[in-house]
């Protein structure tokens, strides 16, 4: 088992088989010590955040797999804060993919000219690449397809699975009272059979949920969840 990669909140080993172990830290990203889910900077480590965020995710990703959905997910050992996966190219250096509910962060400070906070979008589907020191800037379809990044059918396939992928989710959280605004999910490439499947992690740190229109922190929102 070797470490190739090294994440703000996972490191990423290579098994011998050649697929993919993902360990989840307790260092969750933030700024100046405060914890922020949007931040591209690790700010702090809180003691059984990774065990709280793998739980999270193996939950999701068990309902994804009950609804047909291709995942890179295997299997998950919680109190090793592991988890096991397909192995999974990104596409250029990785893209981060965004389904909204509801206007809120970077979508109102873009377009706050033209709507309100918290105005009810379609499953507004957008991408950003991950690129730390250009602060993930988002790109266009055309953008994607004409720097080579994907092709036109891999980009109409990552939306319609975002939009699949965050209808569950959504409908898990309104069954327990809370509202889904917005969600980031990451895709790749299969290793093996090159079929666009979700990778990555559905934690609380990669979603936005409210109840009675308050905002729930990550770490509350998979306490509030999971006990
Ligand atoms: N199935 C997979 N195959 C290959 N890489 C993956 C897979 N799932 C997730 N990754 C990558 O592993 C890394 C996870 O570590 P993380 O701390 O989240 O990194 P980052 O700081 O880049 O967000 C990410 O770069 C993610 O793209
Ligand atoms: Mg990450």
């Known amino acids: ?82 988890m096991n996966v397909r192995k999974a190219d990104v596409f250029g ?17 873009r377009y706050g000219a033209y709507a309100e906070e918290g105005q009810p979008l379609d499953a507004f589907v957008e991408v950003t690449i991950k690129d730390d020191e250009r602060q993930d800037p988002p790109i266009s379809k055309d953008a994607l397809v004409g720097l080579g990044i994907l092709d036109a059918g891999e980009y109409d396939t990552l939306k319609e699975l975002t939009k699949q992928i965050s209808g569950v989710v959504k409908d898990e959280l309104a069954a327990r009272g809370l509202e889904l605004y917005d969600i980031k999910l990451e895709f790749g490439r299969d290793a093996e059979t090159g079929e666009v499947l979700l990778i990555d992690e559905i934690s609380g740190g990669n979603m936005r949920v409210y109840k009675d229109g308050e905002y729930i922190e990550p770490l509350k929102l998979e306490q509030l969840l999971f006990g």
């Open 1 to 82: 088992m070797k470490r190739i990669y090294e994440g703000k909140t996972k490191d990423v080993y290579e098994l011998e088989d050649g697929t993919i172990q993902l360990k989840f830290k307790d260092d969750v990203t933030g700024e100046d010590g405060v914890f922020d889910p949007g931040a591209n900077t690790v700010g702090l480590t809180i003691e059984g955040a990774g065990r709280a965020g793998l739980r999270m995710t193996e939950y999701f990703f068990g309902k994804l797999a009950e609804a047909g959905i291709p995942t890179h997910f295997i299997g998950a050992d919680v109190d090793r804060q592991t």
């Open 93 to 109: 250096k990785g893209l981060e993919v965004i389904c909204r509910y509801r206007a809120v962060g970077s979508f109102l400070r």
